[in-house]
Nanobody, 121 residues
């Protein structure tokens, strides 16, 4: 059973930065695109960004483009989400997921448990 574990969340002030990590086990990590999604209270889960299996391609939601960067280290089975210039509206539970290089949740078959990111103003 694949397992994805996120870390690095927490509380940060507006304009600050956080880096989330997601480490996979029991998964052929280097064969899968890795996506990041988020869900704010009372809202649907939304796409944040994704990185291709070899790390050569990335896609981002318009709301985070230019502020967030996804990278991966296939030797460590880990994907990262660097979040800069954080805004209050970035407050959400963030999830990593393994799957295909698309911007919708159904393209991903394995999910982490989620980690809270709170941006205070």
């Amino acid at each position: 059973q694949p397992q994805l574990v996120e870390s690095g969340g927490g509380l940060v002030q507006t304009g600050g930065s956080l880096r989330l990590s997601c480490t996979a086990s029991a998964l052929a990590f280097s064969m899968y695109a890795m996506g990041w999604f988020r869900q704010a209270p009372g809202k649907e889960r939304e796409f944040v960004g994704t990185i291709s299996a070899d790390g050569g391609g990335t896609k981002y939601a318009d709301s985070v483009k230019g502020r967030f960067t996804i990278s991966r280290d296939n030797a460590k089975n880990t994907v990262y989400l660097q979040m800069n210039s954080l805004k209050a509206e970035d407050t959400a539970v963030y999830y990593c997921a393994a799957g295909s290089y698309w911007d919708y949740a159904a393209a991903y078959g394995a999910w982490g448990q989620g980690i809270q990111v709170t941006v205070s103003s």
